[in-house]
């Protein structure tokens, strides 16, 4: 009798572990993501080994930061989205205009404050240069990195297929000192 409890508990205790892990495998892979910041082109707002939650469903949006694919290599990058499809994007002395109009990055102003006025921390470039009207087109957005001066991003390997958007960045929960909800 003894011995037929144990099993049965056993078996209870097996399948709970069971279910668990899978529920967790479900969960990671169809809905949330860990991930490990690399490298610094997102300073300040991330930092290498910051360990962040993205959400692999949200409509996305100008100035979320997302995990992608790299279009050069089978590692994954986080990068800002600066434009949408329809949008026609240029930098001109360190003011991006988006379909012509002044818009503000309010992410960047940490970064602007420390740049002497004769410098450039994003150097002059239009969507022009990726598409013959200048236009992003559906299915495709522009990334771009907070540390503009080192971020390997939009402005070198061209526009983002949507496709490659792993997820959104939710949440950074590493260092413990410093989480925080990422909109």
Known sequence: MIKNNMKRELLIYSCIIIGTL??????????????????????????????????????YERFDLVVLHAPYSNDFLVKRI??????????????????????????????????????????????AEFSADGIIPEGFVLVLGDNRRISRDGRHFGLTPISSI??????????????????
């Open 22 to 59: 899978l529920f967790s495998l479900i969960i990671q892979h169809y809905f949330f993501q860990p991930y490990t910041v690399k490298g610094d082109s997102m300073n300040p707002t991330l930092q290498e080994g910051n360990r962040i939650i993205i959400n692999k469903f949200s409509d």
């Open 166 to 183: 792993v997820g959104e960045v939710n949440v950074k929960y590493w260092p413990l000192n410093d989480i925080e909800i990422m909109n």
């Open 82 to 127: 600066i434009g949408v499809p329809g949008e026609k994007i240029d930098y001109i002395d360190d003011q991006l205009y988006i379909n012509n109009k002044q818009v503000d990055e309010p992410h960047l102003h940490k970064h602007l404050q420390h740049i002497p006025v004769y410098e450039r921390f994003t150097e002059n470039f239009s969507t």
